[in-house]
């Protein structure tokens, strides 16, 4: 028996990873990308021996959805650990690179000493940091993370790890680790809807040190890494570390090698993939619903997912549900931007160390962080060269978008000459843009997302799916698709 059909609205990760899901149940199912390729934000440049990766460069292994799909396309012999040699992160703070002590337990009174000794924090920040010990636990949130009660419940990243740790290890260290990761503005992020596990270790541990020295503690170079158990996690929930693997993890020849692979499995199973055709429309009709793309075509669908923008989201769901669609735009959005820049290394001159670096948000620099991606992933310049990446943008430092290609390169170039010491010219650059593209989990955004949902259960076989919804990154999108397909899945009619 075969149901459906089903259109899913957008080919990135997460509308390909539903579309997977659907297929292999037996419906069929059109996939509409407006782009001329699919993969979203997962892209991948091979050129002259070099992988550049225009988004993101690898997966965390502790949330295990990502590590099962990867496994389900029987591509899992295609995955490459973070290098081992020289795992160090640094932060630039008051003038110079300081290492941020690798295994740092969060609140850890054995790792203080580590960063009195980095410069990363005074005597008296460190000592505060580890003060979190007596900071009893904040009982008017509610318990269930913020879904139902006022924003005012919910307590934003920096007011939690202000209130836990202190005001200088929040500034110097948590911020430009934690609120760059969404490239927003830790003053108005969410908690529970970005690190639901701060909220779970005060919970029920009474603060961070008391649950740094519970078997399941998480690093602060690593925040979402639990080690002790071996467990199993649900899909989109935080694991262990798996035997064999570092917490993040890559593929060989580059993050697009997921979804070349996603590509192959749905084009067996008989998906029809369209790329390059934008959705303008969609009806409701008397079966489900009509999809009209650019030229006029109609596509017949019982049910819809749409795995867009929640700008364009909201556009498309206008007609059918304007209470999602009003609730869609108050996601905010804040652009960024990677500028990718390849070097011979007897030019730049001592190779960079470690991994990266980050920069705080209160050091009024320009770039966001900088990674250097030859020296985190194997294969990823051939001999004698050097690959880097930086990042710019961001809520609130927006402005250096403005600048075209050319200005980004040459902006880049000398704060990584500034902060790292990088020089010489270089052989290659990439800059790709993400106007808008970063979905800002600000304080209410755990009841935004459950007022859209609710309100589009009012079009039965119309569902949402993606990152602006329950988390940005690749493991919780695929685990969010997942779950998305298998509701729509059960609404669906068999037919012969």
């Known amino acids: 028996m075969t149901a459906g059909p089903v259109v899913v609205v957008g080919g990135g990760i997460a509308g390909l990873t539903a579309a997977l899901e659907l297929a292999e149940a037996g419906v069929a199912v059109t996939v509409v990308e407006a782009a001329g390729r699919f993969g979203g934000k997962i892209t991948t440049n091979r050129v002259d021996?070099?992988?550049?990766?225009?988004?993101?460069?690898?997966?965390?292994?502790?949330?295990?959805?990502?590590?099962?799909?990867?496994?389900?396309?029987?591509?899992?012999?295609?995955?490459?650990?973070?290098?081992?040699?020289?795992?160090?992160?640094?932060?630039?703070?008051?003038?110079?690179?300081?290492?941020?002590?690798?295994?740092?337990?969060?609140?850890?009174?054995?790792?203080?000493?580590?960063?009195?000794?980095?410069?990363?924090?005074?005597?008296?920040?460190?000592?505060?940091?580890?003060?979190?010990?007596?900071?009893?636990?904040?009982?008017?949130?509610?318990?269930?993370?913020?879904?139902?009660?006022?924003?005012?419940?919910?307590?934003?990243?920096?007011?939690?790890?202000t209130r836990r740790l202190g005001p200088e290890a929040y500034a110097r260290v948590v911020e430009p680790l934690l609120a760059g990761i969404h490239a927003g503005d830790a003053t108005r992020l969410s908690l529970p809807a970005t690190f639901p596990r701060f909220v779970e270790m005060e919970r029920n541990h009474g603060g961070l040190v008391r649950a740094a020295l519970a078997p399941h503690l998480p690093t602060l170079a690593n925040p979402l890494r639990r080690k002790g158990s071996n467990a199993p996690a649900p899909a989109g929930t935080i694991g262990p570390v798996p035997p064999g693997r570092t917490p993040f993890v890559s593929f060989q020849t580059g993050m697009a090698e997921l979804i070349e692979a996603l590509e192959a499995r749905l084009r067996v199973l008989n998906v029809d993939l369209r790329a390059g055709q934008a959705v303008t429309t969609i009806r409701a009709v008397d079966r489900g619903y009509e999809v009209v793309v650019d030229g006029g075509a109609t596509l017949q669908a019982a049910a819809v997912i749409l795995a867009t923008p929640a700008p364009v989201t909201a556009v498309l769901v206008r007609p059918l549900c304007p209470v999602a669609a009003t609730t869609l735009e108050e996601i905010e959005h804040a652009s960024t931007a990677t500028v990718s820049l390849a070097y011979q290394a007897d030019d730049v001159g001592t190779p960079p160390a470690g991994y990266g670096f980050v920069v705080p948000r209160g050091e009024g620099r320009h770039l966001l962080a900088g990674t250097w991606g030859s020296g985190k992933w194997p294969g990823r310049a051939p001999a004698g060269h050097v690959l880097v990446r930086g990042y710019v943008g961001g809520i609130g430092r927006e402005g250096v978008l403005e600048a075209d290609d050319d200005g980004l390169v040459h902006l880049v170039r000398a704060e990584l000459g500034a902060l790292a010491g990088i020089r010489g010219t270089p052989v290659h650059t990439e800059v790709h843009r993400y106007p808008a593209g970063m979905p800002q989990y600000t304080v209410g955004h755990l009841a935004r997302v459950t007022r859209i949902r609710n309100a589009l259960a009012a079009c039965p076989g119309l569902a949402v799916t993606g990152a602006p919804y329950n988390g940005v990154g690749i493991p919780d999108c695929i685990a969010d698709a997942q779950a998305t397909a298998r509701a729509t899945l059960a609404t669906l009619p068999p037919q012969g």
């Open 49 to 161: 021996g070099l992988v550049v990766e225009a988004g993101a460069d690898s997966f965390l292994s502790t949330k295990p959805a990502g590590l099962a799909l990867v496994n389900r396309l029987g591509i899992s012999d295609r995955l490459v650990n973070s290098k081992a040699e020289d795992r160090r992160t640094f932060v630039w703070s008051r003038g110079r690179l300081r290492e941020l002590p690798e295994g740092l337990v969060l609140g850890s009174p054995t790792r203080a000493w580590s960063l009195l000794r980095s410069g990363l924090l005074s005597p008296a920040g460190a000592a505060r940091l580890v003060g979190d010990v007596v900071v009893p636990r904040r009982r008017d949130a509610d318990s269930d993370g913020g879904r139902s009660g006022p924003p005012g419940a919910e307590e934003t990243v920096a007011e939690f790890f």
